[in-house]
């Protein structure tokens, strides 16, 4: 077992999702940065799907009652092991009682904290992730919780320390498609989107990022029948201000969707602070 003696401002159990039910209403869910919930699972040898924590802004403190092997991956977090500073993105032996605890991000906004044998929480519909806004999965984080450790698989790490490009804290360039309600919107909307930076709001979670910059008016203003969502979408509501939708977005909305963000880049926009800077370039998959 792993106590969470404290999680931090938002800390749960994600693994890749549950696929396959959106005609039942429920998303995929999942990492928020895939990208680094494989990579921890990989360094302590576990399936790149397995459950693992994901922390917000760090602030995570918890302490296992057995030896474990764990990696730390995503944004770059302070990290120490009963007060003995230890590098992220390497595979980490943390002894019996020892305090593993993760500070607050200098860039980045969300680290992954893999624990050789995988989080063996009861899965709901095929996955342990925690869906913040269909209520699917383990509960939030708190302290005092206690979580259930897997069996260790068979494979073994392969190696000490992945060199992993730092998470940056500049202006963060986001490849999209246009479309598929494009054609809703005035030529200065589309100009204004691909042409104008944007910045994270403080009002941001699992769900999506709201941005603040310059209004994309509409050149319809008719009722928009609900339509299907996908992961990535950058879905403008009447205010003219778009919504990035992130791993726990609604599968479907009412509002036009005025471009896509290519699912690669969706992890680092998971990794976006509030005020960082967005900025958007336009690109066909066959050409990226």
């Given amino acids: 077992m792993i106590e969470i003696v404290q999680p931090g401002p938002l800390a749960t159990v994600q693994d890749l999702g549950r696929s396959g039910h959106a005609g039942i209403g429920v998303g995929v869910s999942g990492a928020a940065d895939r990208s680094s919930l494989r990579l921890a699972n990989r360094l302590v040898g576990n399936a790149e799907g397995a459950a693992a924590i994901e922390t917000t802004f760090g602030g995570l403190l918890l302490r296992p009652d057995r030896d474990v092997t764990v990696a730390v991956t995503g944004a770059d977090s302070p990290l120490t092991v009963d007060g003995r500073a230890e590098p992220v993105n390497t595979v980490l032996r943390v002894r019996a009682g020892a305090s593993l605890r993760l500070g607050a991000p200098a860039r980045g906004l969300r680290g992954y904290v893999a624990v050789r044998g995988g989080i063996d929480v009861e899965p709901v519909l095929g996955s342990r992730a925690t869906d913040v806004l269909s209520g699917l999965g383990p509960p939030q984080l708190t302290a005092g919780t206690r979580l259930p450790v897997g069996p260790p698989p068979a494979e073994f790490p392969v190696v000490d320390q992945a060199p992993v490009r730092p998470v940056r804290d500049g202006d963060l360039e986001l490849s999209v498609v246009l479309g598929p309600r494009a054609d809703w919107f005035t030529e200065q909307a589309v100009s204004a989107l691909l042409g104008e930076a944007f910045a994270a709001s403080a009002d941001l979670n699992r769900v999506?990022?709201?941005?603040?910059?310059?209004?994309?008016?509409?050149?319809?203003?008719?009722?928009?029948?609900?339509?299907?969502?996908?992961?990535?979408?950058?879905?403008?509501?009447?205010?003219?201000?778009?919504t990035l939708f992130l791993a726990d977005h609604p599968v479907t909305g009412g509002y036009p969707v005025i471009a896509v963000v290519l699912a690669a880049d969706v992890d680092r926009a998971a990794q976006a602070r509030p005020g960082q800077r967005v900025r958007f370039r336009q690109v066909t998959p066959a050409k990226r």
Wanted: without cysteine; charged residues 25%.
């Fill in 208 to 242: 999506g990022v709201r941005l603040d910059g310059p209004a994309l008016p509409r050149a319809r203003t008719e009722e928009l029948p609900s339509e299907g969502m996908a992961l990535g979408s950058l879905q403008v509501p009447p205010s003219g201000r778009p």
